[in-house]
């Protein structure tokens, strides 16, 4: 069973300039995850999606962060303008279904991360 | 407040040698994950375990939820499992779905 892909691994921009971020989470799972991993630290919830719908997004800063999952599959994290703090590892992960209990649905699985330097 | 807190931060070991890895977090939980992070920062599933035991090969893991507390065991480290070793834990209280990391331990395995 494949895993959850993330592409690009390595993007270097300059601060203000915009970028993007694509995940493919495995197969048939419904809820997808956009982890922010700033070095030294464990990663920090930015937004959940169940299917195609925004469960969570609170910590996600809106002013300049966006992501979509527009047919309930692969989703889009993107950053206009960044900003120097932004440098980090975005991770993607998916779990089965979020709105039943059990490990089967609720374990997340992660994928490689993208590493975002800001200039 | 602190809600997950990992120790030790740094832990060195010699190939061979045993070890503890602790969680604490502050609230009643509804599911805690541990994780390895390995050193081109890929994080690999170990246990899926809100309570109760679980051991796969040379790790176990033990969460007793009354004490609010997660240990993992490695027994005859090799190289391999140096990185940095995550619990990760979705609060009752919290958001569900959202787990919350603690800093990690830092494990370096010498030969």
């Known amino acids: 069973e494949a895993g959850v892909a993330q592409s690009p691994r390595y993007k270097i921009i300059e601060k203000r300039q915009s970028v993007a971020f694509w995940c493919n989470p495995i197969s048939g799972h419904a809820t997808l995850y956009w982890y922010q991993q700033i070095l030294g630290q464990g990663p920090k919830l930015l937004i959940q999606f169940q299917n195609n719908g925004v469960v969570d997004d609170s910590q996600l800063p809106k002013d300049r962060f966006s992501a979509e999952r527009l047919k309930g599959v692969d989703s889009t994290l993107k950053i206009q303008p960044a900003k120097l703090e932004d440098s980090a590892v975005y991770l993607c992960a998916s779990s089965l279904d979020l709105s039943r209990r059990g490990i089967a649905y609720n374990e997340q699985f992660f994928g490689p991360g993208t590493r975002l330097t800001v200039l | 407040g602190i809600q997950v807190e990992q120790s030790p931060p740094d832990l060195i070991l010699q190939e061979g040698a045993n070890s503890t890895l602790r969680c604490n977090f502050s609230?009643?939980?509804?599911?805690l994950q541990w994780f390895h992070q390995n050193p081109w920062g890929q994080l690999i599933n170990l246990f899926y375990i809100p309570s109760g035991t679980k051991q796969n090969g040379r790790l176990s893991a033990t969460t007793v939820a009354t004490e609010r507390y997660s240990l993992l065991y490695i027994s005859s480290s090799q190289t391999t499992d140096s990185g940095v070793y995550f619990c990760?834990?979705?609060?009752?209280?919290?958001?569900?779905?959202?787990?919350?990391f603690g800093k990690g331990t830092k494990l370096s395995v010498k030969p």
């Open positions: 990760a834990v979705e609060l009752e209280g919290g958001s569900q779905g959202n787990l919350i």
């Open positions: 609230d009643s939980v509804n599911n």
